[in-house]
């Protein structure tokens, strides 16, 4: 019977379940890792702890650790939200909570460490997946109710990220598409390191149609350019059938792809 595997780092159960994947650990300098900040730790690993990212997860490749902000909350019911300044409707998460919560994050830090805070307010996109992958780890703010107290944000350069023009309950759901995103350019987490380089945004332009047996399904072919063999052609039809596609569909795409 074979060892099991460590990758020089940690050897890990394979019958482990999602969460205990995220027992605490030592830190690793050479491994990329996640901290999420955030008032339901239980929601994580969430998604991440299936398929590829679960499964470099468990292989050691990437770590995921939770901070807790209602361990930082205020009085005897660990408040951490507080009424808007100036009036309003909701709740606001309070500066002398997040604070901390953030500061407890960061003391693992090492690096080139971003910030992020999950706000309808910002952008994520497929460039700064692959500069995230680049850093040494990321700190995640999940907000709820009304947002965060923004001297927060200005007191440590905080980033705003948002998956869309669309607003959420909270930002754990984005937090997890925003790692997975991220966890798939690392290196050995995908079997193929090609397939990130022609998938859609890689290149500025979404990905071509994809195809594959049988040759024939329901009365529709796979288009006969790409039973040719014809290595050469091929490239020009997937080419032509991304840009078609990016013009069509995502022409703000379009335009910056084009713009010289």
Not at 19 to 27: F, G, K, S, T, V
Not at 35 to 60: C, H, M, Q, W, Y
Not at 112 to 131: C, E, K, V
Not at 205 to 217: F, G, S
Request: charged share 20%; aromatic share 6%; with cysteine.
């Amino acid at each position: 019977m074979k060892p099991p595997r460590s990758h020089g780092r940690q050897s890990v159960r394979a019958t482990l379940k999602p969460r205990e994947l995220m027992q605490e650990a030592p830190d690793y300098a050479d491994v990329w890792q996640a901290r999420i900040i955030t008032l339901f730790p239980e929601l994580f690993p969430g998604v991440l702890g299936a398929s590829l990212t679960g499964k470099a997860l468990n292989d050691g490749l990437w770590q995921l650790h939770t901070h807790d902000l209602r361990t930082h909350g205020i009085g005897k019911h660990r408040n951490v939200d507080d009424t808007p300044a100036g009036g309003g409707a909701g709740m606001v998460l309070r500066a002398d909570v997040v604070g901390p919560a953030i500061e407890e994050a960061q003391s693992h830090a090492r690096g080139r460490w971003p910030i992020l805070y999950m706000s309808p307010r910002g952008t994520f996109t497929q460039s700064m997946a692959r500069d995230l992958a680049s850093c040494a780890g990321v700190t995640m703010l999940c907000g709820r109710f009304e947002g965060v107290d923004e001297r927060v944000l200005e007191h440590y350069n905080v980033t705003e990220v948002s998956l869309g023009d669309f607003v959420m309950t909270g930002g754990e759901l984005a937090a997890q598409a925003m790692i997975d995103a991220t966890v798939r350019l690392l290196p050995g987490v995908l079997g193929n390191a090609e397939s990130t380089v022609e998938e859609s945004h890689s290149s500025g332009l979404l990905e071509h149609p994809q195809y594959t047996r049988p040759a024939t399904w329901e009365g529709h072919d796979i288009p006969p350019v790409l039973m040719s063999g014809n290595h050469g052609e091929i490239a020009k039809w997937r080419q032509a059938q991304s840009q078609e596609l990016t013009q069509s569909r995502r022409p703000d795409l379009w335009a910056r792809y084009k713009k010289p």
